[in-house]
């Protein structure tokens, strides 16, 4: 990384978690993550999931037809495990690059998880043949049981499910998608394990449970992990300020029109595709650990998942962001995370 302060020069990097969505979203979100990133992991969980290589392969050809700023841009496409899997389509996939890896969602722990899995001894012996052809596992790390309070299912699905997990498949990659909670990042640094990472999104570095709540409910902050207590914001920043290789970027960006969000029952996700890169490297600044942003942005992950550095080069430059107050598509809207607040980095 090359940095006076007022210009940083760092390998493009990659959003290991993003959400783009179909059609007419699709088409209006993905030039923001084309500016940013040269690769993204697309997530799964559409209406009618990506449970097989064809469904991918269809996904994967809408995106790039999409592409309108970068026609270098590589979408990572991912499996949605179901009890059903077929593990010879799961090996097809992998061994052709058709999937990165596989997405375990218990069932109806966030949006359109409603297929996800019940009980995870059910794919068992999915995971020992990931384990086997070295197919990384990436987790919605949340206990779905109603009784267990919502600020807790993180914390729980470590001690549940995740540690058993483990100890039953040692060498099984796992990427503990967004997380939240210090719980999280010890137990993440603790293993110090090449089998084992995490992800933190833009949005669970910067705010806590209070900005959702101060002045009045924010329905556009409700995302799912929930944000926290400020003690586990504090945990992440410093999670990224260590210089700890088993951490990377996951902007979780997941649109959905302000219709849905205000709902009587709002969807969870928040839309930073805007911004993302612009909000980590405030955070990195106000951390004293822009010699470690690099590394986070654009070398951890692909080093996680065995893939090639990019060579591509982004620019960042100290100069005032006006973050859009809406993204219009047709007669909806989206709001984008921190809509008309002003950063104090842009892009070149």
Same mark, same amino acid.
């Given at each position: 990384?090359?940095? !006076?302060?007022?210009?940083i020069? /760092?390998?493009?990097?990659?959003?290991?978690?993003?959400?783009?969505?179909? @059609?007419?979203?699709?088409?209006?979100?993905?030039?923001?993550?084309?500016?940013?990133?040269?690769?993204?992991?697309?997530?799964?969980?559409?209406?009618?999931?990506?449970?097989?290589?064809?469904?991918?392969?269809?996904?994967?050809?809408?995106?790039?037809?999409?592409?309108?700023?970068?026609?270098?841009?590589q979408?990572?496409? /991912?499996?949605?495990?179901?009890?059903?899997?077929?593990? +010879?389509?799961?090996?097809y996939?992998?061994?052709?690059?058709?999937?990165?890896? *596989?997405?375990?969602?218990?069932? @109806? *722990?966030?949006?359109?998880? !409603?297929? $996800?899995?019940?009980?995870? @001894?059910?794919?068992?012996?999915?995971? #020992?043949?990931?384990?086997?052809?070295?197919?990384?596992?990436?987790?919605?790390? %949340?206990?779905?049981?109603?009784?267990?309070?919502?600020?807790?299912?993180?914390? +729980?699905?470590?001690?549940?499910?995740?540690?058993?997990?483990?100890?039953?498949?040692?060498?099984?990659?796992?990427?503990?998608?967004?997380?939240?909670t210090?719980?999280?990042?010890?137990?993440? #640094?603790?293993?110090?394990?090449?089998?084992?990472?995490?992800?933190?999104?833009?949005?669970?570095?910067?705010?806590?449970?209070?900005?959702?709540?101060?002045? $009045? /409910?924010?329905?556009?902050?409700?995302c799912?992990?929930?944000?926290?207590?400020?003690?586990?914001?504090?945990?992440?920043?410093?999670?990224i300020?260590? $210089?700890?290789?088993?951490?990377?970027?996951?902007?979780? *960006?997941?649109?959905?029109?302000?219709?849905?969000?205000?709902?009587?029952?709002?969807?969870?996700? &928040?839309?930073?595709?805007?911004?993302?890169?612009?909000?980590?490297?405030?955070?990195? #600044?106000?951390? @004293?650990?822009?010699?470690?942003? %690099?590394?986070?942005?654009?070398?951890? $992950?692909?080093?996680?998942?065995?893939?090639? &550095?990019?060579? #591509?080069?982004?620019?960042?430059?100290?100069?005032?962001?006006?973050?859009?107050?809406?993204?219009?598509?047709?007669?909806?809207?989206?709001?984008?995370?921190?809509?008309?607040?002003?950063?104090?980095?842009?892009i070149?």
């Open positions: 990384m090359m940095s !006076n302060f007022k210009k020069k /760092i390998i493009k990097p990659d959003d290991w978690h993003v959400h783009i969505r179909e @059609n007419k979203i699709l088409k209006k979100v993905l030039p923001y993550t084309e500016m940013f990133y040269q690769r993204a992991i697309i997530m799964p969980n559409l209406k009618e999931p990506i449970i097989d290589c064809k469904k991918a392969l269809s996904y994967r050809s809408k995106i790039i037809q999409s592409c309108k700023l970068n026609k270098k841009f979408p990572l496409m /991912i499996c949605y495990l179901t009890k059903e899997t077929s593990l +010879k389509e799961l090996k996939g992998f061994l052709k690059k058709i999937f990165i890896g *596989s997405k375990l969602y218990l069932n @109806n *722990s966030t949006t359109n998880a !409603n297929t $996800g899995i019940n009980k995870i @001894n059910d794919i068992f012996h999915i995971l #020992e043949f990931m384990q086997k052809i070295k197919m990384p596992l990436l987790i919605h790390g %949340e206990e779905n049981n109603p009784n267990i309070d919502i600020y807790d299912r993180e914390s +729980k699905f470590i001690d549940n499910i995740l540690e058993p997990l483990r100890k039953k498949f040692p060498e099984l990659k796992i990427i503990l998608e967004h997380i939240t210090k719980e999280s990042v010890s137990y993440i #640094e603790e293993n110090n394990s090449p089998y084992l990472a995490g992800t933190i999104t833009p949005h669970h570095l910067m705010l806590n449970r209070n900005n959702m709540f101060f002045g $009045g /409910i924010h329905p556009n902050l409700y799912l992990p929930i944000l926290k207590r400020n003690t586990h914001q504090i945990a992440l920043r410093k999670a300020s260590n $210089g700890n290789k088993n951490f990377f970027l996951g902007s979780d *960006s997941a649109p959905h029109f302000y219709k849905n969000k205000i709902n009587s029952i709002g969807c969870a996700g &928040i839309f930073n595709a805007p911004s993302s890169l612009l909000c980590y490297v405030s955070v990195f #600044e106000e951390m @004293n650990a822009l010699k470690y942003f %690099e590394d986070f942005c654009s070398k951890n $992950g692909p080093n996680f998942y065995n893939l090639p &550095i990019n060579k #591509e080069i982004i620019t960042l430059v100290k100069k005032p962001f006006k973050v859009p107050s809406k993204i219009t598509i047709g007669k909806n809207f989206i709001i984008p995370f921190l809509s008309n607040k002003v950063l104090q980095w842009s070149l």
